[in-house]
């Protein structure tokens, strides 16, 4: 069994070893990469409620083995960005993804966000499927603004639809 919490300053270094990882998985490494962002070092700095932002990590055993958030999109008041969805291998396909996830989107409506974004890479085709069940579109390119130009995949659901 699993549980979604917060993140705590505690489970900074686990989670920033658990997105480095994973992002090396994927090739997801240097600048235009989530996993290279500053941020990633000390999620729990950089998340924080006064500024609509919420990063959630997932444990199993009182172990970090994963994590998901939410925080705007740049200068756009109504969108929001799905950011950090990582997962150990040995946890995926259990469940956990699909939980952080909707829980960041549950945040992200209570915040008053009408959509959210989010940028991935085409081989990480077991996340994308998750998006799509949940209800994200894919759009044909990035949003303006977008930092991360090393995705080539970038999806959009509007937070009306039901969770």
Request: hydrophobic residues 40%; charged residues 15%; glycine residues 12%.
């Amino acid at each position: 069994m699993y549980q979604i919490i917060p993140i705590q300053a505690q489970y900074n270094a686990a989670i920033s070893q658990i997105i480095k990882q994973v992002g090396a998985e994927y090739g997801a490494v240097g600048d235009g990469f989530g996993p290279g962002d500053a941020e990633v070092a000390c999620m729990s700095q950089h998340y924080l409620a006064e500024h609509r932002c919420q990063y959630l990590v997932a444990l199993v055993n009182g172990q970090v083995v994963g994590g998901a958030g939410i925080a705007p999109f740049l200068h756009y008041e109504e969108i929001c960005e799905l950011r950090k969805l990582f997962l150990q291998p040995s946890h995926r396909g259990l469940g956990i993804g699909r939980a952080l996830t909707q829980a960041c989107l549950v945040f992200a409506q209570q915040q008053g966000y009408q959509q959210c974004y989010l940028d991935t890479l085409s081989t990480m085709q077991a996340a994308i499927s998750l998006y799509e069940r949940i209800g994200f579109k894919h759009l044909t390119q990035p949003l303006a603004g977008t930092l991360h130009g090393g995705c080539d995949v970038w999806m959009l659901k509007d937070l009306h639809q039901t969770l």
